[in-house]
Each structure stands twice: as structure tokens, then as C-alpha cells.
């Protein structure tokens, strides 16, 4: 399973950007799908999800600004993200999961970068 995230870069505080996610399986194999995102010295920490149940989950610090939608016919998980502040700079990261008899697998995108300026 691959993932390409793609859609980081600078920006201006209060600005929108929507990054996508092409996954190269079907979404039926995978129990969630979504963004998580990391900053320098501190750890990667879960942005928002969605199941295959179209649930959805934010961290506090997103709701009411990030939207994770998925485009089953594209194979594609985006995120846009609204009224960006300069706290949400970080690299952004996709991600895939599958519950197995063994566990939880994650696969992961290469991380896209976004810079938020004030």
C-alpha cells in the first residue's frame, strides 16, 4: 500500500488550503483514513480521521476549521483546512490503517509541509 500526500506550502494566517492523499488501495481493506501532523521536537499528533463508516474525529485545536473527506471513487483522502494559524505550521502526514489478527497496521504518506505566517 502506497500513499502520496501532496497539497503543503506557505501561506498567510487565515488563508485555506486543502491537501490530498492518493492511496493506492481500496478503501474497503482499511478500517480509518486521515491526517496527522508534526512539528520539531515535539510528537506527531492526529489531526482528524474518518472511518469507513464516514465518522469523523478532530483534535480540539482543528474542530470547526479542518474538514477530512474522502473520495472513494479517487481512492483519495483530503483535508481542507479554513482559517489557518501560524500553530498549525508542520508537516502534514496521511496515514491508512488496517485492524489484523496480528494488530494495528499503519501505512503513511511522505509528508507535506505546511508553513502558516502571521
Known amino acids: 500500500v502506497q500513499l502520496q500526500a501532496s497539497g503543503g506550502g506557505l501561506v498567510q494566517a487565515g488563508s485555506s488550503l486543502r491537501l490530498s492523499c492518493a492511496v493506492s488501495a481500496s478503501f474497503h481493506s482499511f478500517n480509518s483514513l486521515g491526517w496527522y501532523r508534526q512539528t520539531p521536537g515535539k510528537e506527531r499528533e492526529l489531526v482528524g480521521t474518518i472511518t469507513m463508516g464516514r465518522a469523523t474525529t478532530y483534535v480540539d485545536s482543528v474542530k470547526g476549521r479542518f474538514t477530512v473527506l474522502r473520495d472513494d471513487a479517487k481512492n483519495t483522502v483530503n483535508l481542507h483546512m479554513n482559517s489557518l494559524k501560524p500553530e498549525d505550521t508542520a508537516i502534514y502526514y496521511c496515514?491508512?490503517?488496517?485492524?489484523?489478527?496480528?494488530?494495528?497496521?499503519?501505512?503513511w504518506g511522505q509528508g507535506t509541509l505546511v508553513t502558516v505566517s502571521s
Open positions: 496515514y491508512a490503517d488496517q485492524l489484523l489478527p496480528s494488530g494495528r497496521r499503519v501505512y
